[in-house]
C-alpha cells in the first residue's frame, strides 16, 4: 500500500534504473513525512542529518586489537577497500583493488584494511595475494557494529556500491565508491555531502536489471584504477576531491545538498553540462512540486528562468513523447468533460479506457517511466468523475510544463 505520491513514485522509480532523480533516502525520508504514523529525520533546518550511532566501546577495543601489526613498521594509517558486491558485474576487479593498495601504502603508508562478508572470503584472499603490500584482511571477522568501528578507524572507504559503504557513509567516514552495472549514484549514492563517486561515462549505463551484457560487462574496464588512485591519494593528502590525471571514461561526482536540503552530485568531470544531467536536475525541480502538491487543487509548477539547453536530438525525443502525453491528456479531460453533461456508458468507456493508454504510453517511454506507477495508483479504485478529471488536469500541468522547458 502506498501512503502517498512519494511511496508510488519510489516504487515506480526503483523498477526502470536511469529515471529518478532522487536519493533513494531522500524518497524514504518523503514517504516518511508523509505518513502520520513515522516520524521524519531529525534534522537541521531544509537538511537530512543522515548520521548513525557510533560503534560500541567494545566494538572500539576489539578493532583496535584486530588491526594491530607490531612487526610492520612505517604504518601512518588505514585505508579500507571492499571488493565484494551482490553481483559480480558489479565489481571493480580485484586486481584494480590490489594495485589500489599498492600504491596507498607506497605513497602514503597507509595499510590496506580488505573488508567482506564471510561469502566474500575467497574474493578478498585473492585480493591480498595480487597485493605487493602488508593489509590487514578481515573478511568475515567483524559484526556489524565492529565493521562501523574498523570504518571509523581507517582515513578514507574505496568500495564498490554496497552496504558497507552506506554503513561508512552514515558515520561520517569519507567515501569513494565505483558504481557499475546497475548501480548509480543519483539514486544510491552516499547520503551525506562531500563523498565521491564514480560511474562509467557510457550510454548503456547504468543497465537495466535482469539482461545479459551485450558489451561484456566493459563497465568493469571504464573505471581506470590511475584514476580511482589519483582521486585516492589527493584526499588523503588533501582532504579535497580532485586531482585525478584523466576522468577519461568516467563520470566522477562529489555529493552535496541542493537548494531544497535533497542529496545531489556536483560534477568533478564537467559531465554536469551533459543532456543526462541536466534531464535529471530539471525532474528534482519539477517532479518535487508535483510530488508535494495539494491534491485536492490546481497544480501550477514554477519553472527555473534558465534555459534547460538539451541538445537537439534528445530534446526532439523528449518533446515527442512529452506531446503523446499532452496530446492524450487534452483527449481524456474532453472525454470527461462530455461525460459530465451526457452521462452515457460508450463515453464512459472510452473516458477510462483513456486512463490506461496513458500508462501505457509513460510506461514505454524511457524518459518518464517512473510516472506510470505513480499514474495508474492515483487513477485506480475511484469512479470520482470530479476527482479524475482534476488529476488529469494536475499530470496535464506537470507534462506541458516540462515541454516547454525542454523547447528552450
Known amino acids: 500500500v502506498n501512503s502517498n505520491a512519494w511511496a508510488a513514485f519510489m516504487q515506480g522509480a526503483s523498477r526502470v534504473r536511469g529515471v529518478s532523480p532522487f536519493n533513494v533516502a531522500d524518497l524514504f525520508r518523503k514517504v516518511a513525512e508523509g505518513d502520520g504514523s513515522f516520524l ?12 548513525l550511532a557510533p560503534p560500541s566501546a567494545n566494538a572500539v577495543d576489539a578493532v583496535r586489537r584486530l588491526l594491530e601489526l607490531p612487526e610492520q ?27 589500489l593498495g599498492e600504491r ?38 567483524t559484526s556489524l557494529g565492529e565493521l562501523g568501528a574498523v570504518l571509523q578507524a581507517c582515513r578514507l572507504l574505496v568500495s564498490n556500491d554496497t552496504g558497507t559503504l552506506h554503513l561508512a557513509s552514515g558515520l561520517g567516514m569519507p567515501v569513494l565508491g565505483i558504481f557499475l552495472a546497475t548501480a548509480q ?15 562509467p561515462d557510457m550510454e548503456c549505463h547504468p543497465c537495466a536489471f ?8 566493459a563497465c568493469r574496464r571504464a573505471v581506470g584504477m590511475e584514476t580511482v588512485a589519483g582521486l585516492a591519494l589527493h584526499f588523503v593528502r588533501t582532504g579535497q576531491w580532485g586531482g585525478a590525471a584523466s576522468y577519461a571514461g568516467v563520470r566522477a561526482w562529489e555529493s552535496c545538498l541542493d537548494e531544497d536540503g535533497f542529496m545531489g552530485l556536483r560534477s568533478l568531470s564537467g559531465h554536469d553540462a551533459e543532456d543526462r544531467s541536466r534531464w535529471l536536475d530539471e525532474q528534482r525541480r519539477l517532479y518535487r512540486q508535483f510530488l508535494d502538491r495539494d491534491q485536492s487543487a490546481v497544480f501550477s509548477p514554477v519553472m527555473p528562468n534558465v534555459p534547460l ?20 491528456l487534452d483527449a481524456l479531460i474532453q472525454q470527461g468533460q462530455l461525460l459530465l453533461v451526457k452521462p452515457l456508458p460508450q463515453i464512459k468507456e472510452r473516458f477510462f479506457a483513456s486512463f490506461t493508454r496513458i500508462g501505457v504510453l509513460l510506461q514505454e517511454s524511457p524518459h518518464l517511466a517512473a510516472l506510470r506507477l505513480m499514474w495508474m495508483e492515483d487513477t485506480s479504485g475511484s469512479e470520482d468523475l470530479d476527482r479524475a478529471l482534476r488529476l488529469a488536469g494536475q499530470y496535464h500541468a506537470l507534462l506541458s510544463c516540462c515541454m516547454q522547458r525542454v523547447a528552450q
Do not use: I
Open 40 to 51: 521524519p529525520l531529525p534534522a537541521e533546518p531544509g537538511a537530512p542529518d543522515p548520521t
Open 73 to 99: 613498521q612505517g604504518v601512518t594509517g588505514y585505508v579500507a577497500l571492499q571488493a565484494g558486491a551482490s553481483e559480480e558485474r558489479r565489481r571493480w576487479p580485484a586486481e584494480h583493488f590490489a594495485a
Open 104 to 141: 596507498l601504502w607506497r605513497e602514503e603508508g597507509l595499510c590496506p584494511v580488505l573488508l567482506g562478508s564471510s561469502a566474500e572470503k575467497d574474493l578478498v584472499t585473492r585480493v591480498a595475494g595480487l597485493m605487493d603490500a602488508p593489509s590487514v584482511n578481515l573478511a568475515g571477522k
Open 185 to 199: 549514484p543519483w539514486d544510491t549514492g552516499p547520503f551525506r555531502a562531500g563523498n565521491c563517486s564514480l560511474e
Open 210 to 217: 535482469g539482461k545479459e551484457c551485450p558489451r561484456d560487462e
Open 309 to 328: 539547453g538539451l541538445s537537439a536530438p534528445v530534446a526532439e525525443a523528449l518533446r515527442k513523447d512529452l506531446y503523446a502525453a499532452v496530446t492524450l
